[in-house]
């Protein structure tokens, strides 16, 4: 078997590799990612990549398709991957995570793979206060990253036949440790705070409704979406993945946060604009299609592996915000240094690089 990973040096990546290769230990796993977070490591453990078979660097605007000859499934996580970098970089977005991801699956189909993962999100759903979102319900993407995942789920249903399954993921927010962590998700904001300086600060007013999903329930989902039968979902499947008691407001994140960590000061921002996000999602379909895969890990659970794990790479940085933990501000540097286009091209061969 041979299973290739787009976007694998990335947080969710990092911790999906480690998965599939003790899921799939005879499997040829084949990495293919920009390398724009290669630094970014927050673990004292092995470098991810050392777990993959091959590590190609690559731009999956630019997919060399003969790496996809006898490929029997691809994971797509490859992207520009949350609202921020999508206000910055609103084209690239769209050429990576909508483009690119179509013009993948068309080639995966060509070359006969049998299954393609992709890695959407529940904000497609954007602002809906009344009631629980199923896959039936309307898509309502208010940002450009939200867009580009609509935009690829509607384009790679086409694609889906007898021979050719494909499997959106429609994840909850993420939270959790990974090799790759990245602090600009909520969980993993309100934790490194508390870690750091015995302070959260609420961004919002505490009330929208976020659902969340630890990152290593993510990868079994992969994982279950890789070995998936016909019968289990069609040959297209569009589906939530999280788990209905993991809807949370986000002062309640806040607060098992402080539960976990005495001694913390919690501070909500009475003053912010209405958040434009905020959804309720049922993962009843997810419940009912993946039995064996859903969701395990309790939210006590990833506030103590988190702060655990922060305090094992002696985490104490208490502007975080500003760090590389935050993708926009890699990004945006990288670019400022000449290293990225504005495209977000490596600027190779130009002056900036040489020095
Ligand atoms: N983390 C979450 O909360 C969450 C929730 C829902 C969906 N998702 C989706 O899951 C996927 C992975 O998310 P993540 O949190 O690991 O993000 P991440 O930013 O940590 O990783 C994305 C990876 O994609 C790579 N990449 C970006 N552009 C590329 C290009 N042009 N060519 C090749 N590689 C490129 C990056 O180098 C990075 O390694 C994304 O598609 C994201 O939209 C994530």
């Not at 006590?300 to 988190?306: D, F, R, S």
């Amino acid at each position: 078997m041979k299973i290739l990973i787009t976007g694998n040096m990335g947080y969710v990546g990092s911790v999906l590799v480690k998965r599939l290769r003790v899921s799939y230990p005879e499997a040829e796993l084949i990495g293919f990612d920009m390398g724009y977070f290669g630094n970014c490591i927050s673990s004292n453990d092995i470098l991810p990549e050392c777990r993959v078979d091959v590590q190609r660097f690559g731009d999956v605007r630019r997919f060399p398709k003969q790496l996809l000859t006898d490929v029997d499934a691809v994971v797509y996580l490859a992207a520009l991957s949350n609202d921020p970098l999508g206000n910055a970089f609103e084209t690239a977005t769209f050429d990576i995570n909508h483009r690119a991801s179509v013009s993948m699956a068309q080639a995966a189909k060509e070359a006969g793979a049998n299954a393609f993962i992709y890695a959407s999100s529940c904000s497609v759903y954007g602002y809906a206060e009344d009631g629980a979102r199923t896959e039936e319900s309307p898509v309502n993407p208010l940002t450009a990253y939200a867009k580009s995942k609509v935009w690829t789920e509607r384009d790679i249903a086409p694609l889906a036949d007898l021979k050719f399954k494909v499997t959106c993921l429609r994840f909850a927010t993420a939270c959790g440790m990974s090799d790759r962590l990245r602090l600009d998700l909520v969980l993993n904001d309100f934790v490194a705070g508390a870690v750091a300086s015995k302070k959260i600060s609420i961004l919002s007013d505490g009330t929208p409704w976020r659902p969340l999903i630890h990152v290593k329930d993510m990868t079994r989902a992969i994982d279950w979406a890789v070995r998936r039968e016909l019968a289990a979902g069609g040959p297209f499947l569009t589906v939530n993945v999280g788990d209905d008691r993991w809807n949370y407001q986000v002062r309640e994140l806040a607060e098992a946060a402080a539960e976990v960590i005495p001694g913390v000061e919690v501070s909500i921002n009475k003053n912010a604009q209405p958040d434009k996000r905020s959804y309720r999602v049922s993962f009843e379909k997810f419940k009912r299609l993946a039995p064996g895969y859903t969701p395990e890990i309790e939210l006590i659970t990833a506030v103590t592996e988190l702060r655990d794990g922060l305090i094992a790479i002696g985490f104490k940085d208490e502007n975080f915000r500003q760090s590389h933990f935050i993708r926009l501000n890699v990004l945006a540097r990288l670019k400022q240094a000449g290293r990225l286009t504005h495209d977000l091209e490596w600027a190779f061969g130009s002056g900036a690089i040489a020095s």
